[in-house]
């Protein structure tokens, strides 16, 4: 495991392509350029925020880190390891150290096993603790640290509000132990008052666990309140970043400028 200060995540030059074709014989005619050539570092224990308006290539970006769409170009390294040389199996193993938060928790959630599956499901694929038993009082902590009853264990998704089932996520993404989280719009689906709560929980979660994240979000304000770090995302690559209150306050560039403008009461 990395050490403080350590760069954890290094990305360098990555490029997502997507080809557009047309025609009856599907002729490639041009391709969408969702991510063009980005490349930044993060330390460990970091935030690091993610900023832009929908379309710019955040979310690909944050897929690509974890290889869930296969870059065009580029690198990833992970705790000094290239991640597009990894084999299915090395992949497999590397994806307990690194896990994702969606932003429709319900899509995420296989509707028809319980919460407690749900949560005790990734821990049997990785071979973590010796029964079913282990896992079981695993679980139960990790919905209680999320905020939930333990009778959640038993009950299923479409039996949870909104806000109840992105803390489920969360209690998902952490049955592995991981050091590195990828929140991807994770509170963009919440009423306000709710994503309040579920940001303060991820800061919590943050002090306890120790791990690192990227948050992603085209709300400035959000980010800025989550971040030790921002980056600015415009059309597939990164047009401004600094510290999240000198950029906030001093923004250099006109489009993080309307980012800001955007925010209510701003």
């Known amino acids: 495991m990395s050490t403080n200060n350590e760069i954890l995540l290094r990305v360098e030059d990555l490029v997502m392509h997507f080809p557009i074709y047309r025609g009856v014989i599907s002729r490639q005619v041009g391709a969408v350029h969702a991510v063009d050539g980005v490349s ?21 970006l944050g897929r690509a880190i974890l290889r869930l ?51 005790m499901e990734p821990m049997i694929a990785h071979g973590l603790m010796a029964n079913n038993k282990e896992r079981r009082a695993r679980v139960l902590h990790l919905l209680s ?16 509000s909104g806000g109840q089932r992105q803390r489920i996520s969360i209690a998902r993404a952490l049955a592995l132990d991981p050091e590195f989280i990828i929140c991807d719009e994770s509170v963009s689906a919440l009423d306000v008052s709710v994503q309040a709560q579920v940001l303060n929980l991820l800061n919590d979660l943050k002090k306890d666990f120790g791990f690192t994240y990227i948050f992603i979000s085209h709300d400035l304000s959000v980010v800025r309140f989550m971040s030790d770090r921002i980056l600015v995302m415009r059309n597939g690559k990164i047009v401004e970043s600094g510290e999240a209150d000198d ?7 006109i489009y993080t400028r309307e980012l800001i403008s955007a925010i209510p009461g701003s």
Not at 145 to 160: D, I, K, Y
């Open 40 to 60: 930044f570092e993060i330390k460990h224990g970091e935030t690091l925020g993610l900023v832009g308006e929908s379309g710019c290539g955040k979310t690909t």
């Open 247 to 253: 950029l906030y306050n001093n923004p250099k560039e």
């Open 145 to 160: 640290r999320v905020g939930l009853e333990e009778n959640s264990f038993e009950r299923f998704p479409h039996q949870f």
């Open 69 to 119: 769409v296969e870059p065009t170009e580029g690198k990833v390294f992970y705790d000094g390891k290239d991640l597009s040389g990894l084999n299915p199996e090395q992949l497999r193993k590397m994806r307990q150290r690194i896990q994702i938060i969606f932003q429709d928790p319900y899509s995420a959630l296989n509707p028809r096993i319980t919460i407690g599956d749900a949560i």
